[in-house]
């Protein structure tokens, strides 16, 4: 499988599976179309399987619609779309890997309940700024009813909820795993190197035939000649590449390690800047890099002080009874009688939220970065002191947020290691969900059909 694609649609597919919590994923573009929404029924091209996983198939229309998705994702984000057949390919092994997790919940009875669905409904409603007849409505002039964004809807939380129970909930981050991570850091670390490489890629058809394989070898191994001899590198790109950065003269911007595929990266680690790696062989086909500039960027040494915020909230969590839209609402109220002075934050937290910290008046004590789930800690970070936000809804339910005070401080050996944990999981977590994913696909048994168009 293409590295560079690869990388590029996992973070597509991360955001279509795992990222209801905010419900961001399902928003509806301004002015736009649906992102989940189906071509209109006249333009739609023929349908025909094209996988089958163990006993379930995967068809060419469910490629295009993931596939189209995503790119209007790509294009949102001013990232580079790879080649349509290379697109395509990869959005088919998505699916794959996406439908191989589906049988495993199933098989290990993960269910849905209709109230859970309602409820996500609801807050994908809400996080559009819309009612859910309004929003219903209008997926409805976009081309997709309300049965499938509920589908959709399902597959993501299942996965979600897949992922917890298999890879989560046995992971353990040890105070040694910790101790471990900061050792190895210098006193005073440079932050991540940024390197700008230049990409050709001289594509390879799955199953090429050998007289294939080797002529398209020699025609990256002439690019990578005629670059190691100095030729310029953007018209060699024009003339040979067969990758998305071709119109960009095959540059692909100063980005860190953990932005390019691993093979770019051990391909050309020892590299100086004007040296050409390649060929090189992935899925895709062959790659020819030239090192066009390495930037050493600069961070505040291990043990500089950190902001931490001392912060409170009332959360309140969906229910058959509570719909986050009414949730919201209530929120919205009770921010305006705090802010109007009519009512006591803390009282509301202690009489209301359902949290453990109610007791405490919502107090959540100090906090390093870090700590909290993206969406409360944006909208905490957003905050001065005193000022208390909008609803947020996080995958807990929905905060009202108060920051009461700020301050700078050095952190002791506890507070690194509470600082670096968050670090230390999140890698060790993507390291076992890349590890139980790949296990969990070779064991599918998956035959190829017609590839779709």
């Known amino acids: 499988m293409s590295e560079p694609v690869r990388r590029t649609l996992v973070w597509a597919a991360l955001a279509l599976t795992c990222g209801l919590a905010s419900a961001q994923t399902l928003r509806l573009p301004s002015g736009g179309a649906n992102l989940l929404a189906a071509p209109p029924a006249g333009a739609r091209e023929a349908d025909h399987i094209t996988a089958v996983v163990n006993s379930v198939p995967i068809t060419a229309n469910e490629v295009r619609d993931r596939a189209a998705s995503v790119e ?32 495993r919940a199933e098989e290990i009875g993960i269910k849905i309940e209709p109230a859970v669905l309602d409820q996500a409904e609801a807050a994908v409603a809400e996080q ?54 900061l050792q190895s850091q210098p006193a005073a670390p440079a932050g991540p190197e940024e390197v700008n490489l230049g990409h050709i890629l001289v594509a390879l058809p799955e199953r090429a035939a050998p007289a294939e394989v080797a002529s398209r070898l020699a025609r990256a191994m002439r690019a990578s000649e005629r670059a190691s001899a100095g030729e310029d590198f953007a018209k060699l790109a024009q003339e040979f590449s067969e990758g998305p950065e071709r119109q960009q003269g095959g540059a692909m911007g100063l980005r860190t ?28 086909g062959f790659h020819v890099l030239k090192v066009l500039e390495r930037k050493s960027t600069t961070t505040a040494p ?22 986050p839209q009414a949730a919201t609402e209530q929120m919205r109220n009770w921010r305006n009688d705090i802010v109007s002075g009519k009512a006591d934050f803390a009282t509301l937290a202690r009489e209301h939220s359902q949290d453990g910290s109610a007791k405490a008046g919502g107090d959540l004590g100090w906090a390093n970065p870090g700590l909290y789930v993206p969406e409360f800690e944006n909208a905490m970070n957003a905050l001065a002191p005193g000022e208390v936000s909008e609803p947020i809804i996080s995958r807990f339910g929905v905060h009202l947020i108060q920051v009461l005070e700020r301050r700078q401080t050095k952190l002791g050996l506890n507070e690194k290691r509470d600082a670096a944990r968050p670090q230390v999981r999140e890698a060790m977590l993507e390291r076992a969900y890349a590890e139980w994913a ?5 064991k599918a048994y998956v035959e190829y059909r017609e590839p779709p168009r």
Do not use: C, W
């Open 72 to 103: 209007r994702q790509l294009r949102e984000r001013g990232e580079a779309v790879p080649p349509r057949d290379a697109l395509l390919r990869e959005v088919l092994e998505l699916l794959v890997v996406e439908q191989a997790q589906l049988q």
């Open 438 to 442: 790949r296990d969990l696909r070779a």
């Open 302 to 323: 291990v043990d500089a002080t950190v902001t931490q915020t001392r912060a409170r909230h009332i959360l309140l969590r969906a229910s058959r009874q509570t719909t």
């Open 128 to 181: 559009n700024q819309m009612d859910l007849k309004t929003f219903r409505e209008r997926l409805a002039r976009e081309g997709m009813d309300s049965s499938r964004l509920r589908e959709q809807i399902r597959r993501q939380i299942t996965l979600q909820r897949l992922r917890e129970r298999e890879v989560e909930a046995t992971l353990r981050v040890t105070d040694r795993d910790v101790d471990n991570y």
């Open 257 to 284: 390690a953990d932005r390019y595929p691993e093979l770019f990266i051990e391909s050309t680690r020892s590299l100086k800047p004007g040296e050409v790696a390649g060929p090189v062989r992935s899925g895709a």
